[in-house]
């Protein structure tokens, strides 16, 4: 099997520990994408969910190899890979990084401000809280933003000294490279664009960090400028869905907002960003087909936006928790018509300057790219 199709199987059915003690910890609720952990396969990091139902029934499942040497703090770093009980590669999970142990003046631990995504991103929801997400005829179905906070594993908003304390410890003691900022969709037009602007300039300010900023397009789209000015290298505006009766369906809210005015904001951003510091997210397996789906990814490459594809992960306590993930059949042939859509118009993850798909744990996408 290659690494194409182990990643993206893997991304699709998800993993099943069979020892509950090993690799346990990983982020379940929040913004985006949820219910994962980052484990490295074949030298590669991807996000794998491993908290949902489907991934209990996963071919897919890791076991302590007895053979494999503990490290200094007696936590096994490398275990062995099995499908339908058979070993097929070696498989590690990052360990935790050290600024976790760190707390704020405040007594505000580190990991409820940002948290590590992949190797070497920091990731945080600055305001975790969403306009959209208490309403049945607002919230989109997928999202959990407001399960975290309920549970305390994160505070409702990080203000933009905190933000600049962590990057800088992250940076500082674990090597992280990249921060992606992220926002609930506060009731007003511009949409999180301004708290995120206030964030980015504090935080470049104490760090020189690469940052994205995640947020539905504002009303005013001067806003892309002021986040440009303030230090944001790459913005994210996430359609999730492309059919609009599924994004009618799935996310109400979000699609009060027409895909036209999405499409003025992206090419209004491209101008500010860049050709290729843009990207969406596409969510596949919430019921657009693949015709749908290329289509918009067409749409959205022609104009300098990456489409950055990534499985449906159904997340446990949402109204999709029961909704399947897609199988892994058809994400090979979205990411191989995707792939040359990309190798062929000259956009490449990994000529971002900061962002999820430059990440790209989430998806396979890019080791399609070539």
């Not at 991103?121 to 399960?147: E, H, K, N, P, W």
């Not at 009303?219 to 492309?242: S, T």
Request: hydrophobic letters at 40%; one cysteine or more; a negative charge.
């Amino acid at each position: 099997m290659n690494k194409q199709t182990l990643i993206t199987e893997l991304q699709s059915y998800g993993l099943k520990l069979v020892d509950s003690d090993v690799g346990a910890s990983g982020r379940q609720g929040g913004a985006g994408p949820s219910d994962h952990k980052a484990v490295t396969v074949d030298g590669t990091t991807v996000m794998v969910p491993i908290f949902n139902s489907p991934a209990a029934q996963s071919p897919y499942s890791v076991r302590v190899d007895g053979t494999i040497a503990l490290t200094e703090n007696g936590k096994v770093a490398e275990m062995l890979l099995e499908h339908q009980g058979e070993p097929i590669a070696p498989i590690q999970f990052p360990q935790q990084p050290q600024f976790y142990g760190l707390t704020t003046a405040e007594g505000i631990p580190y990991w409820k401000i940002a948290l590590l995504h992949s190797r070497d991103v920091l990731a945080t929801t600055v305001l975790q809280t969403c306009m959209r997400y208490s309403d049945a005829a607002t919230s989109c179905q997928f999202c959990a933003i407001g399960q975290s906070l309920e549970a305390g594993r994160t505070i409702a908003r990080k203000t933009p000294a905190q933000l600049a304390e962590v990057a800088e410890a992250a940076v500082r003691l674990d090597g992280i490279k990249q921060m992606v900022m992220t926002t609930g969709t506060p009731n007003t037009p511009d949409r999180g664009a301004a708290y995120l602007t206030e964030c980015a300039r504090a935080i470049k300010a104490r760090v020189n960090l690469p940052i994205q900023a995640q947020c539905e397009p504002p009303d005013d789209f001067a806003w892309f400028d002021r986040l440009k000015n303030a230090g944001v290298e790459n913005l994210g505006m996430h359609l999730e869905a492309a059919d609009p009766e599924i994004r009618s369906r799935i996310m109400p809210g979000k699609a009060s907002v027409p895909l036209a005015h999405y499409f003025d904001a992206f090419g209004t951003a491209v101008q500010v960003f860049g050709w290729g510091q843009v990207s969406t997210y596409l969510l596949a397996g919430l019921g657009d087909s693949l015709e749908t789906l290329l289509e918009m990814c067409d749409r959205l490459i022609q104009i300098g936006v990456y489409p950055f594809v990534v499985p449906f992960v159904p997340i446990t306590g949402t109204p999709l928790a029961n909704h399947p993930a897609p199988q892994s059949e058809f994400m090979q042939t979205l990411y191989e018509r995707v792939g040359a859509m990309l190798k062929q118009s000259g956009l490449r993850s990994a000529e971002m300057k900061a962002g999820c798909a430059k990440c790209g744990a989430c998806s396979a996408l890019s080791t399609y790219e070539v």
